[in-house]
């Protein structure tokens, strides 16, 4: 039968391989991104964030990319272990806006 | 310093029941803002307080939910009566202040409407 409901992209890659997360935002006058990493049955879980006048900031073994020409955002997490397995987040804090607007989410699944 | 608290973390009722979760910010956060996480999906905003009032609470249906934080700390948010299309998880966050400053989030309230 059919499957009903969303189904997250997904991204697996081998243990101690390098992940790039994708994310594409839509308010060209957002100023300030976090991603977030959301392990089953819990809550989302702070990693990094960046601002708007920033292009790239890094964190421990993290390091997140902002592009606003294209308004893309990526994060990059060196030596992914099994602990990395989870659902990551973009969220963006628009121009004025006191709350953060979600993106879709992306499932990582690290093989080991 | 302890996190974001939510109570319950988990609970089942029927349709046309009522619920209601508690939340208790990161100390000293000025903001908080209740999510409502559908499986699959992003957290999307319920509602926002600064201190003891409501800062944004356009995506909240307000035919049967409501949400206060009288005293400007810990916030209730009650649904009544459930649907069956309520079943989500409940996050509670906080920062401390809105506009660009790091939103925390708790373990959320799953919520199971039958």
């Known amino acids: 039968g059919e499957s009903v409901g969303l189904h997250l992209p997904t991204l697996s890659v081998q243990e101690g391989d390098n992940s790039i997360i994708n994310c594409a935002y839509s308010n060209s006058a957002s100023d300030y991104f976090i991603w977030y990493k959301q392990e089953s049955g819990k809550g989302p879980q702070f990693i990094i964030d960046i601002r708007s006048n920033m292009d790239k900031r890094q964190g421990q073994r993290v390091t997140v990319l902002l592009n606003k020409t294209v308004k893309h955002l990526s994060l990059q997490i060196a030596a992914t272990q099994p602990g990395d397995s989870a659902v990551y987040f973009c969220a963006e804090n628009g121009a004025g806006a006191n709350n953060l607007f979600f993106g879709t989410g992306t499932r990582l699944t690290v093989i080991p | 310093e302890a996190g974001v608290a939510q109570s319950p973390r988990y609970k089942i009722i029927e349709k046309r029941q009522s619920v209601a979760f508690w939340c208790n910010p990161i100390s000293g956060h000025a903001t908080l803002y209740w999510y409502q996480q559908i499986l699959g999906q992003g957290p999307k905003l319920l509602i926002q307080?600064?201190?003891?009032?409501?800062?944004?609470d356009s995506q909240l249906p307000k035919d049967r939910f409501s949400a206060e934080r009288l005293k400007g700390v810990d916030s209730t948010l009650k649904i009544q009566p459930a649907k069956l299309e309520d079943s989500a998880v409940y996050l509670c966050?906080?920062?401390?202040?809105?506009?660009?400053?790091?939103?925390?989030f708790g373990e959320g309230s799953w919520l199971t409407v039958v």
């Open positions: 307080f600064q201190n003891n009032g409501v800062v944004d």
């Open positions: 966050a906080s920062s401390e202040q809105g506009g660009g400053n790091t939103i925390y």
